[in-house]
């Protein structure tokens, strides 16, 4: 049984700082890529980084690049995302997301495994 249990996320004004956190179980953590993905109403979801377990390669999303920081610790098979700087457009549910290696996008067809969601809401 994969599990993808979350926890971080709440409102935060404009310039400010949120860490999510990410903790899997039920599968081998280094044949997965492990991330963060996130929707705001009326919008696609948007792949927003994610970490390879098995080579600590990471990915971000444009418009996060410089502002949010991905890493995991394997040995608690748990990811982390930091996220500085937020902006208003940041505002989403953002899910923990994992897929099995090879991956050759992050997107929402990629990824077979989700977490519940976590709202995060920048105020400016």
């Known amino acids: 049984e994969v599990q993808l249990v979350e926890s971080g996320g709440g409102l935060v004004q404009a310039g400010g700082s949120l860490r999510l956190s990410c903790a899997a179980s039920?599968?081998?953590?280094?044949?997965?890529?492990i991330g963060w993905f996130r929707q705001a109403p009326g919008k696609e979801r948007e792949g927003v980084s994610c970490?390879?377990?098995?080579?600590?390669?990471?990915y971000y999303a444009d418009s996060v690049k410089g502002r949010f920081t991905i890493s995991s610790d394997n040995a608690k098979n748990t990811v982390y995302l930091q996220m500085n700087s937020l902006k208003p457009e940041d505002t989403a549910v953002y899910y923990c997301?994992?897929?099995?290696?090879?991956?050759?996008?992050?997107?929402?067809?990629?990824?077979?495994?989700w977490g519940q969601g976590t709202q995060v809401t920048v105020s400016s």
């Open positions: 997301a994992a897929g099995r290696h090879p991956l050759e996008y992050w997107d929402s067809d990629s990824v077979g495994n």
């Open positions: 039920g599968f081998t953590f280094d044949d997965y890529a």
């Open positions: 970490i390879s377990g098995s080579t600590g390669s990471t």
